[in-house]
């Protein structure tokens, strides 16, 4: 399914206020904000509570999910 509309990427060392930033961007101009920071944490959370290392490429950690 194909959305338009502009995709913003906010890059930038740690702390620097990206999500901040990102956040009152996609508010003012009237975007969804996605926070993929979070959804990186919530999936290696998701392999290391099925017992595997998210850091090894070699295990299919998708399929375990």
């Known amino acids: 399914m ?3 509309g502009p995709v913003i ?5 740690a702390a620097a206020g990206k999500g901040t930033l990102a956040r009152r961007l996609a508010e ?3 975007l ?12 290696g959370r998701l392999a ?3 017992g595997r290392n998210p850091a090894d ?3 299919d ?3 375990t999910l």
């Open 2 to 4: 194909a959305r338009g």
């Open 9 to 13: 990427a906010v890059d930038g060392p």
């Open 28 to 30: 003012a101009l009237g």
């Open 32 to 43: 969804p904000y996605l926070d993929t920071g979070l959804l990186y944490r919530a999936v």
């Open 48 to 50: 290391l509570d099925a």
């Open 57 to 59: 490429p070699a295990q």
């Open 61 to 63: 950690i998708a399929q």
